[in-house]
T-cell receptor
């Protein structure tokens, strides 16, 4: 298996622009997680899905952030409009079944908002 | 709420030194415990885990024992290598269908040749 795939790997944009990050989970995994990592705040869980349904979005910073999972093999995280404080590495992860199973992380998308 | 506390870092060691990274947790239920590692420029990957009290997880020379009486899951390695330089995260997950991982803040380990 190719693992969790994220695109793009790097994104540089200007403040106010819309940014869309993409994730393809491992086939057969029924949970998908979006995280954000910064030096200041560490690793933060933004939202996660089970069988394409959002379960907990309490970590989403504000209304500028939205996430969708239209099918089992694809998810997006959108920021509109983007701000410099959104600069971070965004990780997608997936898991199969129960909570004690391994969570597999993608390589991340490094977002820079100028 | 549930939380994980890791010792403050960063940690710098010489090659072949003994490593201990402390981790304690607070949980409302009966958690599974994990150590994840993040190498430079990569995503996190599972290093080891333990799902019940007194279980010992081990991988790549690293070990951690689930201590319910002290609510701890300290990571140890007898002889570190330069290639072990990474960020180490302790995490817990409660039993349940829609449970998520709760991570500690992570600690950076640097190993000098």
């Amino acid at each position: 298996d190719a693992g969790v795939i994220q695109s793009p790997r790097h994104e540089v944009t200007e403040m106010g622009q819309e940014v869309t990050l993409r994730c393809k989970p491992i086939s057969g995994h029924d949970y998908l997680f979006w995280y954000r990592q910064t030096m200041m705040r560490g690793l933060e869980l933004l939202i996660y899905f089970n069988n394409n349904v959002p379960i907990d979005d309490s970590g989403m910073p504000e209304d500028r952030f939205s996430a969708k999972m239209p099918n089992a093999s694809f998810s997006t995280l959108k920021i509109q409009p983007s701000e410099p404080r959104d600069s971070a590495v965004y990780f997608c992860a997936s898991r199969q079944g129960l909570s004690y199973n391994e969570q597999f992380f993608g390589p991340g998308t490094r977002l820079t908002v100028l | 709420g549930d939380s994980v506390t890791q010792m403050e870092g960063p940690v710098t060691l010489s090659e072949e030194a003994f490593l201990t990274i402390n981790c304690t947790y607070t949980a409302t239920g009966y958690p599974s415990l994990f150590w994840y590692v993040q190498y430079p420029g990569e995503g996190l990957q599972l290093l080891l885990k333990a799902t019940k009290a007194d279980d010992k997880g081990s991988n790549k020379g690293f070990e951690a024992t689930y201590r319910k009486e002290t609510t701890s899951f300290h990571l140890e390695k007898g002889s570190v290598q330069v290639s072990d330089s990474a960020v180490y995260f302790c995490a817990l997950s409660l039993t349940g269908a829609n449970s998520k991982l709760t991570f500690g803040k992570g600690i950076t380990l640097s190993v000098r040749p």
